[in-house]
């Protein structure tokens, strides 16, 4: 580790200033490009965003101790697909940000050029690209496990843009309101309760009388709406739509009036 | 006390390379000051963080914000780069509200907070070369990497870093953007001593080339050697201002120590002298010649004692730091 160098030289003019911003484009794709690689370096991040997706869609199509109509990878990859989206937007989004905030990341980038918007545009940008990863890798091995889709691509992408921005949202909202273990711990929680709870992974009618409740869960809206789309060949479903774009108004209105950035 | 240290420190600064020129090379023409701040309130709560300070930095300048911890300096900076709503006063960096006009301000300045502030797994080179690439012109990364001594750690991600090339990577931040004006809270604290000179050696190099820095220390030496002006302030208020000079001369009491032969006849010399001084020997062949020290007082020991026979073994000027001045202004030490 070497120390200081000492300058024999101080060149004239090396400090003279020439302050400007660089172009609004330039500092997206370079926050973008940053905080996705972040995420790829954070081995706790991939494993809820990708291999935990992956490992449930092999499990759960080969082994049947959940029961479904049809063809058993037909019903699960919708399913798994929400949940990803979930992982990356939601839990991983909160996550990072809560202990960006925590470490005065985002005071001390409030002090340079960057502007606030382009650094959570940066935030969602880089949970884009993950989710286009996620997208490549659970078609694939869907598609390997004889997965056949139905439906419209614009539909999909509908869904999956309304549930981004849903559940962004609410990471934003834990993030910028809590302390950062505070955040970690109920992202978490959350995750493995929606999992679990927010029919994600079973019919919901297997719920009983809750079915009514989780219906308008973001994580249900989500998978109930590819499913519908993808299983069985529905056209742009409006009910579930609405449900996330509600989700996702109301989330960021709230994240925009709480979110504190120290 | 430094032997025969006549003039102030800084005139006899031993690093020739860095000479201070005083004129900017890129002085703007009639460009208002860098910071004027006026009777500027910040309280939490029911706590008066900064209890009516004003002050001014004109371009080019360095002001060193001087005092203990908790006097207010970093509410002070804070909100001078708009993080704080002052609760009265008003403050402009560069002709433009901290708060008002942010967006136009922040591309100008640049900051050095005093912990945190980057991506714990962010690597150091990819830190600063992301916050390069936020200014339409910035300096070269790796030049600004390499001197200050972070080659090697640029692949090392932030958490790994030591305390001090931490800070380092902080100063660095900084001044990548090219700003006009820049704010740095504590920059050499928990340096290492080659560290801490090179920083100096930035502070001034981009005082020559006509950036306007605020700096806050607690740190004398620092205040003494790079600050145009001082303002010391302690529990939020301005206690005294002023260039360094003006603020250790502004106060009297000084004196001459020199040492010769044991058992001088002190009455003597001090009725030679003029009577304005007093002159004791504290410790046999020790003497302190205690009252306003001119150029004539240390000529007027010296005569006494040619004419005396008498061989003089030393002679100091003890001059005040602004450590002794503090210390008056306050009772306190700056680092209690």
């Not at chain 1, 330039?26 to 991040?45: D, P, S, T």
């Not at chain 1, 839990?91 to 960057?114: H, P, S």
């Not at chain 1, 579930?240 to 120290?262: D, I, N, P, Y």
């Not at chain 2, 020199?258 to 001090?270: H, I, K, W, Y």
Request: some cysteine; hydrophobic content about 50%; aromatic content about 6%.
């Amino acid at each position: 580790m070497s120390a200081v160098t000492p300058t024999s030289d101080s060149d004239v003019g090396e400090f003279t200033p020439r302050p400007g911003r660089a172009s609004l484009g330039r500092m997206a794709r370079a926050q973008v490009w940053m905080e996705l690689k972040l995420m790829l370096r954070n081995g706790e991040q991939l494993l809820l965003s990708l291999i935990v997706p992956i490992g449930l869609l092999v499990v759960c199509t080969k082994l049947t101790f959940i029961q479904v109509d049809g063809r058993r990878a037909d019903f699960f990859v919708p399913g798994v697909l929400a949940l990803a989206i979930m992982s990356a937007a939601f839990a991983g989004q909160a996550i990072a940000t809560g202990f960006d905030r925590q470490y005065g990341v985002l005071k001390r980038l409030g002090a340079t050029a960057l502007p606030r918007t382009v650094l959570l545009l940066g935030k969602t940008g880089a949970v884009l690209v993950v989710e286009l990863l996620q997208l490549v890798l659970l078609i694939g091995v869907g598609l390997l496990l004889g997965w056949r889709p139905d439906g419209d691509p614009i539909s999909v992408l509908l869904l999956l843009a309304f549930g981004t921005a849903a559940f962004c949202g609410l990471a934003f909202l834990l993030a910028g309101a809590l302390r950062a273990m505070t955040t970690l711990a109920l992202a978490n929680i959350l995750w493995f309760v929606l999992l679990v709870f927010g029919g994600i992974m079973y019919p919901l009618s297997e719920l009983g009388g809750a079915q009514g409740v989780i219906e308008v869960l973001p994580s249900a809206a989500l998978s109930s709406g590819l499913r519908e789309v993808l299983q069985d060949g529905h056209h742009v479903p409006f009910e579930h739509l609405t449900v996330l774009g509600l989700w996702a108004v109301v989330s960021m209105t709230a994240a925009a009036a709480t979110f504190r950035w120290e | 006390m430094v032997g025969l240290r006549l003039t102030h420190a800084r005139a006899l600064e031993a690093d020739a390379d860095v000479a201070v020129t005083p004129a900017p090379v890129a002085a703007r023409p009639a460009a208002e000051p860098a910071l004027v701040i006026d009777g500027l309130v910040k309280r939490y709560g029911d706590r008066t963080a900064v209890d009516g300070v004003s002050l001014r930095v004109e371009r080019a300048r360095v002001l060193a914000l001087l005092g203990p911890n908790g006097a207010g300096k970093t509410t002070t900076i804070e909100t001078c780069i708009g993080f704080r709503r002052a609760d009265r006063g008003t403050v402009r960096v560069l002709g433009l509200d901290p708060r008002a006009d942010n967006d136009e301000l922040r591309p100008r300045i640049g900051v050095m907070l005093q912990q945190g502030g980057v991506y714990q797994s962010a690597r150091c080179g990819e830190m600063l070369r992301l916050v390069a690439s936020y200014a339409a012109d910035p300096m070269d990364p790796d030049a600004l990497l390499e001197r200050l001594g972070l080659a090697t750690v640029q692949n090392t991600p932030y958490r790994r870093l030591s305390g001090g090339q931490q800070q380092r990577l902080s100063l660095a931040m900084a001044l990548v953007g090219r700003p006009e004006m820049v704010f740095l809270d504590e920059p050499t604290t928990g340096l290492d001593p080659q560290a801490r000179h090179e920083t100096w050696r930035i502070v001034e190099a981009l005082r020559r080339d006509g950036v306007s820095i605020v700096l806050t220390t607690h740190d004398m030496e620092e205040a003494e050697r790079l600050a145009d002006d001082v303002v010391i302030v302690d529990h939020g208020k301005v206690i005294a201002t002023g260039t360094c000079d003006e603020l250790i001369r502004g106060q009297a009491e000084r004196e001459v120590r020199f040492q010769a032969v044991p058992g001088l006849d002190v009455a003597a010399l001090q009725r030679d002298l003029g009577g304005e001084q007093l002159v004791h020997e504290p410790a046999p062949g020790t003497y302190l010649v205690v009252g306003p020290v001119t150029p004539q007082l240390v000529a007027g020991v010296a005569a006494w004692c040619a004419k005396h026979e008498v061989l003089l073994g030393g002679l100091q000027v003890k001059q005040r730091t602004l450590e002794d001045v503090f210390l008056e202004l306050t009772g306190r030490e700056l680092r209690a």
